[in-house]
């Protein structure tokens, strides 16, 4: 398995304040029989950790977090050092004492910023170290939500993972209306529709199985898209993927928000099934301009608390303009890009689910 075996942050297990002189290290927990394992999904403080130890077989093994990690959160996709009852018994709970680096990011602000993980801003961590966020949109029926899809780009975008949209149902009307509006922003669109009354195409599916083979992808989309029809396709058992963990992902405990699910041909995919929006108040306009590095030296001119929102300079503002607006028209960039990146920019704060 390519994702274990990664670096560990130093930084993951707080330690302790130490009134002798010793080394910190010496007080850090050793844990030198600790195993490495992949967080394939969650459910209410009991974490599914895929582990391979060079002896034996892969297996499941259900861990909570050690007291040592204190209120850093463990996401699905999180590559974690396990101790204790690590054999994958039944009843038996191994402890997560380390979270490795993570290369990406998919959060989403929540009211209750009390719940364990959580930041300071109320954000939290839905999935780890995924490479890419697949955007799943029907044509129609149901009609696609430019508001929501634009606000999963804003969370792609600002996590470090990259955004595809896959429009489904193209049997049934024409994708291009919809995905000509990210033209702008180099997104990928892939299309599927059905080729006989029943089956999705399969030269769409061979498209979308490319994307995402050796990848690790969470996928994103409304009820009804057709998301559960794309995943069944890529996974052909889906419900054995992971060792019949999904069960518990889609049934029962309805808390479960993501679960990994293998693919046959090398990859994963992280299944979403609880999560039909992004809140995303711990964006700022910053953090998403950052995205969008040929916007980002135009903004050399703006004046402070620039929302970048607009000519007006925004809210905040002392009431000077935007430079980006001069600036684009002094031929830098495209208006389109800055056009996209406002759009981006007021989804943050819409509710269009
Ligand atoms: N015409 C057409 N129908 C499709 C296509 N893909 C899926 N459907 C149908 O759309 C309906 C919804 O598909 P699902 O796969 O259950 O959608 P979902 O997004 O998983 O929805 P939830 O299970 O509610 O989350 C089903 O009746 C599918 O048969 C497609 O490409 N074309
Ligand atoms: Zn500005």
């Known amino acids: 398995m390519s994702r274990l075996g990664e670096s560990w942050d130093n930084d993951d297990v707080r330690v302790r304040p130490s009134r002798s002189t010793r080394p910190r290290?010496?007080?850090?927990?050793?844990?030198?029989?600790?195993?490495?394992?992949?967080?394939?999904?969650?459910?209410?403080?009991?974490?599914?950790?895929?582990?391979?130890?060079?002896?034996?077989?892969?297996?499941?093994?259900?861990?909570?977090?050690?007291?040592e990690l204190g209120r850093r959160a463990v996401a699905v996709g999180d590559t974690v050092e396990l101790v204790g009852e690590t054999d994958g018994s039944i009843d038996s709970l191994a402890r997560i004492v380390r979270i490795g680096d993570r290369r990406s990011v998919l959060r989403r602000?929540?009211?209750?910023?009390?719940?364990?993980g959580a930041g300071p801003g109320g954000?939290?961590?839905?999935?780890?170290?995924?490479?890419?966020?697949?955007?799943?949109a029907a044509v129609t029926d149901p009609e696609p939500r430019p508001g929501f899809v634009d606000r999963c780009l804003v969370a792609a975008y600002t996590g470090d993972l990259d955004p595809v949209l896959v429009m489904t149902k193209t049997d049934l009307a024409d994708p291009a209306p919809f995905a000509d509006a990210y033209a702008?922003?180099?997104?990928?669109?892939?299309?599927?529709?059905?080729?006989?009354?029943?089956?999705?195409?399969?030269d769409d599916l061979a498209?979308?199985?490319?994307?995402?083979?050796?990848?690790?992808?969470?996928?994103?989309?409304?009820?009804?898209?057709?998301?559960?029809?794309?995943?069944?396709?890529?996974?052909?058992?889906?419900?054995r993927a992971t060792g019949g963990v999904s069960g518990v992902g889609k049934g029962r405990h309805t808390s479960t928000s993501a679960i990994a699910l293998r693919l046959p041909g090398g990859?994963?995919?992280?299944?979403?099934?609880?999560?039909?929006?992004?809140?995303?108040?711990?964006?700022?306009?910053?953090d998403l301009l950052e995205t969008f590095d040929d916007l980002l030296p135009g903004?050399?001119?703006?004046?402070?608390?620039?929302?970048?929102?607009?000519?007006?300079?925004?809210?905040?503002?002392?009431?000077?303009?935007?430079a980006l607006d001069a600036w684009v028209a002094a031929g830098h960039a495209t208006p389109e890009r800055l056009a996209s990146f406002r759009r981006l920019l007021a989804s943050r704060g819409t509710t269009d689910y």
């Not at 990859?267 to 910053?286: K, M």
């Open 25 to 67: 290290t010496k007080n850090r927990p050793r844990h030198s029989d600790a195993l490495s394992g992949f967080v394939v999904t969650v459910d209410r403080g009991r974490y599914t950790c895929l582990v391979e130890d060079g002896t034996r077989r892969e297996r499941l093994v259900t861990a909570m977090r050690a007291r």
């Open 184 to 202: 702008a922003l180099d997104l990928p669109v892939l299309t599927i529709g059905r080729a006989t009354g029943r089956a999705l195409g399969p």
């Open 299 to 322: 903004t050399v001119g703006c004046p402070p608390g620039c929302d970048h929102s607009g000519p007006d300079g925004g809210e905040g503002s002392t009431g000077a303009a935007c």
């Open 123 to 136: 954000e939290k961590i839905l999935v780890a170290n995924a490479d890419q966020l697949v955007v799943v």
């Open 207 to 239: 498209a979308v199985r490319d994307l995402v083979t050796d990848r690790v992808s969470v996928l994103v989309g409304h009820s009804g898209v057709g998301k559960s029809t794309l995943v069944n396709a890529l996974v052909p058992d889906a419900d």
């Open 109 to 116: 602000s929540q009211d209750d910023s009390a719940e364990a």
């Open 267 to 286: 990859g994963w995919i992280i299944d979403t099934p609880g999560v039909r929006s992004f809140g995303l108040a711990h964006v700022t306009p910053d």
